[in-house]
């Protein structure tokens, strides 16, 4: 049975990312501070899956901390979730991001390497595109110059893998998300939005439920169908499941250059008015929601061509734009009762 080491593995992503690898066979131990998540969450992921994966609280910015993890640890791959996610918080403390996401980053690196641990999965954004001149986007897509620290900590970490896996004997994959959302059927584990939701969807779920009182659409005069702006929403558990493709490439030598980086997102555009027309349908509530200024930074339009990722890593998703909304309000619903 193969180890997997799944970094951030109690956070909204690494948390599904964990069930689908243990119904998958795979033995998990998992990394987390409990910065942006709760240790609920490691007994959610048992009762989907009937097993509890192997948790260690560490700060990966405390490297003997991570040292000592791998002195006593052998792992057949490493799945890199934890960091920092928030935009805007990224330009107010520029440099706590370049600590967490970069500087954890490089600790990791550098264990594997010098125990010559292999197969290494790298939580990237479609935030390295930018603003794409062309639509849907392309992994041959250039990258543009990160409008955040966020983002600029995306770019800068394909880099130091990409550099890493010339240098050593090491293999990587980057998987760019486009907009990750939704929950688990089982409405066990979701996403736990800390304070007021940055993104879309929770905000959405949040007003529908009273908490917030009215959701700002951030323009309507983008050059898009509706005039909103346009993202690809993927369903966390498909993102999920792009991981243990890209896992299993890894392992079973199905790459095709030691570093490589896919597109992780539907393939199809949604603007922010369809997103709540979708939302109304599957909640039959009426969503409360003004036109508002353009947000800064934010890209008129993106969604991905997943070409290439459906076939190098024998992969689709499988959700609808509906079904995936309505497991974010079955997941809001339940953090109500
Ligand atoms: C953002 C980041 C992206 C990051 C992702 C992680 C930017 C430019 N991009 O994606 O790099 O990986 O979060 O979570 O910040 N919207 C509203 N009202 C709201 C919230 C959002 O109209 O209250 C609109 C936005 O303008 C956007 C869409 O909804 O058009 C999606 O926004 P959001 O969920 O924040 O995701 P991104 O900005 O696409």
């Known amino acids: 049975m193969k180890r997997i080491l799944v970094t951030g593995g109690l956070g909204f992503i690494g948390s599904h990312t964990v069930v689908e690898l243990q119904n998958e066979g795979f033995e998990v131990v998992i990394i987390d501070n409990l910065s942006n998540t709760t240790i609920d ?80 999965i790298f939580s990237s954004s479609c935030t390295v595109y930018g603003q794409a001149d062309e ?33 050593y004997n090491l293999n990587a994959i980057a998987l760019r998300y486009f907009n990750p959302i939704g929950g688990h059927e089982s409405i066990k584990i979701g996403e736990l939005p800390l304070g007021v939701p940055q993104n879309l969807i929770p ?24 005039g909103t702006a346009v993202r690809d929403y993927i369903h966390v558990v498909d993102l999920a499941k792009a991981h ?17 980086f896919f597109n992780i997102g539907t393939g199809t555009g949604s603007s922010v008015l369809e997103v709540i027309k979708s939302f109304e349908k599957v909640s039959g ?15 008129t339009a993106a969604y991905a061509d997943t070409t290439i990722a459906n076939k190098e890593l024998n992969w689709r998703t499988e959700k609808t734009l509906d079904e995936t909304i309505d497991s974010a309000w079955k997941w809001q619903l339940k953090q109500k009762s």
């Open 135 to 167: 639509l849907p986007i392309t992994e041959n897509a250039a990258t543009k110059p990160a409008e955040s620290p966020y983002g600029n900590t995306k770019q800068i970490g394909e880099e130091i893998i990409k550099d890493s896996c010339k240098a």
């Open 285 to 299: 509530t009426k969503l409360n929601y003004k036109i508002v200024e353009r947000r800064e930074g934010d890209v």
């Open 203 to 226: 905000f959405i779920t949040q007003t529908a439920v009273g908490i917030r009182k009215e959701l700002s659409v951030f323009g309507n005069d983008y050059p898009t169908k509706d």
């Open 244 to 260: 243990i493709a890209a896992l299993k490439r890894l392992i079973d030598r199905n790459n095709k250059s030691t570093f490589e």
């Open 41 to 120: 969450v490691l007994d959610n992921i048992t009762s989907i899956t009937g097993k509890k994966p192997e948790f260690h609280q560490i700060d990966l910015r405390i490297k003997n901390d991570v040292t000592s993890f791998f002195d006593n640890n052998s792992v057949d791959g490493v799945i890199h979730f934890a960091a920092y996610k928030a935009v805007g918080e990224s330009v107010q403390k520029p440099l706590d991001y370049y600590e967490n996401n970069i500087g954890t980053l490089v600790y990791l690196l550098q264990e594997m390497k010098n125990r010559g641990l292999d197969n290494f």
